[in-house]
């Protein structure tokens, strides 16, 4: 059986600040009404013969991979949570490790999480031809038949035909300098390195144990040592703390002799600049992506993003990247948004929190938005979503003051337990035991105004949690 594993590890920093830690670009709205996440679940999902997926994803992303493959009405998702990054390699062992728990056989497609493909049908026909390669025992990678000489992405230089629409690999390449791209382009034999594979389970584990050993042993501990936790299989920390850090292409395919790969032309983008997403939107006339509430005079081939709470003009600008968010705004050269992880990296040197979160912050039972905040006080718009409940939970510094704005609350405070209606409000004292839960049809919201010394998110100590955070 075909089963497509989903690597969503990824941070997306070069697409800051919509990508964040706690949001990465995976999970946002960026070509399309489904997010990239979605459009990789949905793409594997109309493959024939196709089962559940398997996810990899840090612990922090639960949530989000859990809602939307519900979204999609997904079923039957195994959900793995890497404990800490360890690149590409260890995060696929663990798949293979799961796919062979339910399958001996099992076919893996291994697919980035964040990466756009406009057609898929031409997908669709590579897989097709990289399937009878995987089942003669070939490790099959994709490459992208090359449009430009990129500096981007590695390469892939192809050897003798083997099979309907597949070579031999007979060496990849590092991201090459301008002058190398083109000599490759002019050769005509070298693909972009795409970072999707096809394989046999148990033929990536049997080179990993040959080329990898460590790799190979812990994560056969790590996964053996696993145990399942709602919707969730959490990756023994211990075990996996002691594998390698190292990529498939380095652990792997760069040294086994069973390299392959197919061409194709699927009109593929690893969305990895805001450059990558203007390439890949349709633009007006003056070649420009305008997204939310924007005007453009006389300026031509920009990406302007903006939000729908403020009007971003822009006048007399070319090649230009402005991206508005409620609390940060990104103006650049489109020509220099590959450096935006060094904007990132300074945000990290001054100790800002930029980096991390965005203003509104998603939670398994709904979100929350910082209106405002100051000495001592802060302000929130929180949406708890239909049946959803906060954890049980105390503060040691603050007190805090609900006001219901739309639809009712259940309100336990210390032994009490009542119902708090749309323009009614209710007191937590600094200390007070205390509980929210939406017992509606309805989204609930409400503003919090927190008071007190100390607000930070970490003065939440959870007597009880249905998601398991306690």
Known sequence: MLTSVILSGGSGTRLWPLSRKNLPKQFLELAGTETLFQQTAE??????????????????????????????????????????????????????????????????????????????????????????????????????????????????KRAEAIGDGGFRVERFVEKPDVAKAKTYIEAGDYEWNSGMFLFQAARFLEELQQHAPAMHAASKAAFDKAKADLDFVRIDKDAFATSPDNSIDYAVMEKTT???????????????????????????????????????VDSHNCFVRGTERRLVAALGLEDIVIVDTPDAVLVAPRARVQDVKRVVDKIKLDGRQEHLFHRKVYRPWGSYDSVDMGERFQVKRITVKPGAALSLQRHHHRAEHWVIVSGTAEVTRNDEVFLVAENESTFLPLGAVHRLRNPGKVPLELIEVQSGSYLGEDDIVRLEDVYGRA
């Open 43 to 156: 793409r594997t999902r109309a493959l024939a013969g196709t089962g559940a997926p398997i996810v990899v994803c840090s612990e922090e992303h639960r949530f989000l991979v859990a809602e939307q493959l519900r979204a999609l009405k997904v079923e039957g998702a195994s959900i793995l949570l890497e404990p800490m990054p360890r690149n590409t390699a260890p995060a696929i062992a663990l798949a293979a490790w799961q796919a062979l728990a339910n399958d001996a056989d099992a076919t893996l497609l291994v697919l980035p999480a964040d990466h756009l493909i406009g057609d898929t049908r031409s997908f669709a026909e590579a897989v097709g031809k990289a399937m009878p390669l995987a089942e003669q025992g070939w490790l099959v990678t994709f490459g992208i038949r090359p449009e430009a000489a990129e500096t981007g992405f590695g390469y892939i």
């Open 258 to 296: 069973r390299a392959a790969v197919v061409p194709v032309s699927c009109a593929w983008s690893d969305i990895g600049s805001w450059d990558a997403l203007w390439a890949a939107s349709q633009r007006d006339a003056a070649g420009n992506r305008l997204e939310g509430d924007v005007i453009a």
